[in-house]
Nanobody, 126 residues
Protein backbone atom coordinates (compact mmCIF):
# COMPACT_ATOMS: atom_id res chain seq x y z
CA UNK A 1 0.00 0.00 0.00
CA UNK A 2 1.09 3.55 -0.73
CA UNK A 3 -0.35 6.65 0.87
CA UNK A 4 0.14 10.04 -0.72
CA UNK A 5 -0.24 13.44 0.94
CA UNK A 6 -0.15 16.63 -1.12
CA UNK A 7 0.57 20.12 0.14
CA UNK A 8 1.52 23.52 -1.19
CA UNK A 9 -1.69 24.67 -2.78
CA UNK A 10 -3.13 28.12 -2.25
CA UNK A 11 -4.63 31.24 -3.76
CA UNK A 12 -2.37 33.39 -5.91
CA UNK A 13 -2.62 35.98 -8.62
CA UNK A 14 -1.89 35.31 -12.25
CA UNK A 15 1.81 35.18 -12.98
CA UNK A 16 2.74 33.87 -9.55
CA UNK A 17 4.42 30.57 -8.70
CA UNK A 18 3.59 27.69 -6.40
CA UNK A 19 5.34 24.44 -5.58
CA UNK A 20 3.26 21.43 -4.75
CA UNK A 21 4.71 18.56 -2.77
CA UNK A 22 3.57 14.96 -2.56
CA UNK A 23 4.98 12.84 0.23
CA UNK A 24 4.56 9.08 -0.05
CA UNK A 25 4.68 6.28 2.44
CA UNK A 26 6.35 3.02 1.50
CA UNK A 27 10.01 2.50 0.66
CA UNK A 28 9.28 1.14 -2.82
CA UNK A 29 7.71 4.44 -3.89
CA UNK A 30 11.07 5.44 -5.32
CA UNK A 31 10.65 2.80 -8.03
CA UNK A 32 7.20 3.93 -9.13
CA UNK A 33 5.96 6.12 -11.94
CA UNK A 34 4.29 9.16 -10.40
CA UNK A 35 2.12 11.84 -11.91
CA UNK A 36 0.12 14.96 -11.22
CA UNK A 37 -3.44 15.41 -12.37
CA UNK A 38 -5.95 18.20 -11.85
CA UNK A 39 -9.68 18.64 -11.84
CA UNK A 40 -11.45 21.94 -12.28
CA UNK A 41 -15.10 22.43 -11.26
CA UNK A 42 -17.43 20.84 -13.77
CA UNK A 43 -14.58 19.27 -15.71
CA UNK A 44 -13.03 15.84 -15.90
CA UNK A 45 -9.75 15.04 -14.25
CA UNK A 46 -6.86 15.75 -16.62
CA UNK A 47 -3.22 14.82 -16.86
CA UNK A 48 -0.67 17.47 -15.92
CA UNK A 49 2.75 15.83 -15.63
CA UNK A 50 4.45 12.49 -15.05
CA UNK A 51 7.87 11.24 -14.04
CA UNK A 52 9.50 7.86 -14.25
CA UNK A 53 11.19 6.43 -11.17
CA UNK A 54 14.40 8.40 -11.53
CA UNK A 55 13.02 11.67 -12.83
CA UNK A 56 15.04 11.20 -15.97
CA UNK A 57 11.94 10.79 -18.10
CA UNK A 58 9.19 13.35 -17.73
CA UNK A 59 6.18 14.40 -19.76
CA UNK A 60 3.73 17.27 -19.61
CA UNK A 61 0.34 18.29 -20.86
CA UNK A 62 0.61 20.84 -23.65
CA UNK A 63 -1.24 23.38 -21.52
CA UNK A 64 1.51 23.45 -18.87
CA UNK A 65 4.61 22.69 -20.93
CA UNK A 66 7.31 25.27 -20.31
CA UNK A 67 5.62 26.54 -17.14
CA UNK A 68 5.42 23.48 -14.86
CA UNK A 69 8.21 21.14 -13.81
CA UNK A 70 7.87 17.77 -12.13
CA UNK A 71 10.76 16.49 -10.05
CA UNK A 72 11.33 13.96 -7.33
CA UNK A 73 13.59 13.34 -4.38
CA UNK A 74 13.47 9.61 -3.82
CA UNK A 75 15.51 9.87 -0.64
CA UNK A 76 12.62 11.86 0.79
CA UNK A 77 9.86 9.87 -0.92
CA UNK A 78 8.65 13.17 -2.35
CA UNK A 79 7.53 14.37 -5.74
CA UNK A 80 7.21 18.05 -6.55
CA UNK A 81 5.33 20.12 -9.08
CA UNK A 82 6.85 23.56 -9.60
CA UNK A 83 4.26 25.80 -11.20
CA UNK A 84 5.37 29.10 -12.69
CA UNK A 85 3.52 31.79 -14.62
CA UNK A 86 0.22 30.57 -13.27
CA UNK A 87 -2.94 31.40 -15.18
CA UNK A 88 -6.58 31.52 -14.06
CA UNK A 89 -7.22 28.41 -16.15
CA UNK A 90 -4.80 26.52 -13.91
CA UNK A 91 -7.34 26.78 -11.10
CA UNK A 92 -8.20 23.24 -9.99
CA UNK A 93 -7.72 20.62 -7.34
CA UNK A 94 -4.33 19.04 -7.98
CA UNK A 95 -3.81 15.35 -7.26
CA UNK A 96 -0.65 13.35 -6.91
CA UNK A 97 -0.90 9.76 -8.07
CA UNK A 98 1.38 6.80 -8.41
CA UNK A 99 1.03 3.64 -10.42
CA UNK A 100 2.58 1.42 -7.79
CA UNK A 101 4.70 0.06 -10.64
CA UNK A 102 7.61 1.13 -12.78
CA UNK A 103 6.24 0.89 -16.32
CA UNK A 104 6.07 4.32 -17.91
CA UNK A 105 3.74 3.70 -20.82
CA UNK A 106 0.27 5.26 -20.72
CA UNK A 107 1.54 7.80 -18.18
CA UNK A 108 -1.25 10.22 -19.03
CA UNK A 109 -4.10 7.84 -18.29
CA UNK A 110 -5.58 8.34 -14.83
CA UNK A 111 -7.00 4.83 -14.76
CA UNK A 112 -3.46 3.40 -14.83
CA UNK A 113 -2.64 4.96 -11.46
CA UNK A 114 -3.56 2.91 -8.42
CA UNK A 115 -2.86 5.29 -5.57
CA UNK A 116 -4.09 8.84 -5.17
CA UNK A 117 -3.69 11.64 -2.70
CA UNK A 118 -6.53 13.70 -1.32
CA UNK A 119 -5.78 16.70 -3.51
CA UNK A 120 -4.75 20.27 -2.88
CA UNK A 121 -6.61 23.33 -4.14
CA UNK A 122 -4.88 25.83 -6.40
CA UNK A 123 -6.76 29.03 -7.19
CA UNK A 124 -5.36 31.61 -9.59
CA UNK A 125 -7.08 34.97 -9.88
CA UNK A 126 -6.70 37.42 -12.73
Amino acid sequence: QVQLVESGGGSVQAGASLRLSCVASGRTFRTYVTGWFRQAPGKEREFVAASNWSGGNTNYADSVKGRFTISRDNAKNTVYLQMNSLKPEDTAVYYCATKGADYYSEYAKAEKYNYWGQGTQVTVSS
